[in-house]
């Protein structure tokens, strides 16, 4: 696993419209805060280019935009270079690894669209393609390899494998299609180190699927599905919700619903970390020697644990809450993957999205 020292951390508080900024010192280990840098209404998930000093950001209030940021290693700061109105509102995005282009994924617009980052810089805005009927699409991820996007399908209960292509105006093409039981909706998604596997966690279960997948073609074959942590044994499977602009359902309900939120790999791609925002938990599952995985461990968290994110070094995970005014770092086992609390750090509203990158 990497040996940095220095990072860089950087966390969406959409409440607050803003990024903020911090310094993770693995020596010590501590959160140090920095600036924060004011984004725009509901600012959410992030994407750090193919430098990793490109960040993207998309906000998705009311006038959805994309943002996009340039970061010093060296100082933490953090400077807007623009912000560009667009059609659909992306809960997740990425870039591919020649900095290319930045996929987004539109739940409330049911949609995967591929931007052109040249258009973007020149203040075009305009999508090159989108992939439509993509119910509630909820995460957007890219292959190692800049071969291959997966975006999942929360309402339509499927996963898509797209190829990237040489075609400048067309990049996706749709070379694979996975469908899950009714119900299990499948929300964000992590590769394996290497890539040979597929985790995607069911927003609606707390379990994850894991999918072998064909390195040289980009397929996908379903393994298995991990089993529910007997400690949710009493809830009741969750439901697709309305995006947060609209009204919600009944708060009593929700309280009996499972609502798993993020899912990250350590480096070694020995352990599997989810959260659950109904129970503020961070749950610890092994991959066991046939690829399966079964639960270790769990620790309570901070309040509706939408994202967190792992640390090159494998050493430390950092979670924060859409709820809660405090980030914590945890420390990670490295035999057992169990979390430790270290420190918890001041934090500001609606923090939802978490991003690490090295410092130089």
Known sequence: MNSLKNCILLVSNSADGELSTYTLDTSKPE???????????????????????????????????????????????LTTEYSLAVNSSHVSIATDRSGRFLFGASYGSHEVVAYSTARLDSGDATPLQTLPGVRNAHSVVVSDD?????????????????????????????VDTVSFDKGFGPRHMRLSPGGEWLYVLSE???????????????????????????????????????????????????????????????????????????????????????GMLEHVSHVE????????????????????????AHVSLYSIDAASGALTLRSRSPGSRGANWIEIVPRS
Not at 66 to 75: E, G, H, N, P, Q
Not at 146 to 174: H, K, M, W
Not at 223 to 236: C, I, K, P, Q
Not at 301 to 324: H, M, N, W, Y
């Open 31 to 77: 959160l140090r805060p920095g600036e924060r840098q004011r984004i725009g209404p509901q600012v959410m998930p992030l994407a750090p280019g193919a430098d990793q000093r490109t960040i993207y950001a998309a906000t998705r209030g009311a006038s959805p935009s994309l943002v996009k940021c340039t970061l010093d290693a060296r100082t933490g700061r």
């Open 146 to 174: 800049n071969r291959f996007v997966y975006a999942t399908s929360l309402g339509n209960d499927e996963l898509l494998c797209c190829a990237i292509d040489e075609n400048p105006v067309q990049p996706l093409r749709l």
């Open 204 to 290: 609606f279960r707390a379990t994850v699927a894991v999918l072998r997948r064909d390195t040289a073609n980009g397929t996908l074959t379903l393994h298995g599905v991990s089993e529910r942590a007997a400690v949710l044994d009493g809830m009741n499977d969750g439901f697709a919700r309305p995006p947060a602009t609209d009204p919600q359902p009944d708060a009593a309900t929700l309280t009996s619903l499972i609502w798993a939120a993020d899912i990250h790999v350590r480096p070694d791609g020995r352990f599997v970390y989810v959260s659950e925002r109904t129970t503020n938990r961070l749950f610890v599952l092994r991959v066991k020697s046939d």
């Open 301 to 324: 968290t901070e309040a509706q644990p939408r994202g967190f994110a792992i640390d090159p070094s494998g050493q430390f995970l950092v979670a924060c809450g859409e709820k809660s």
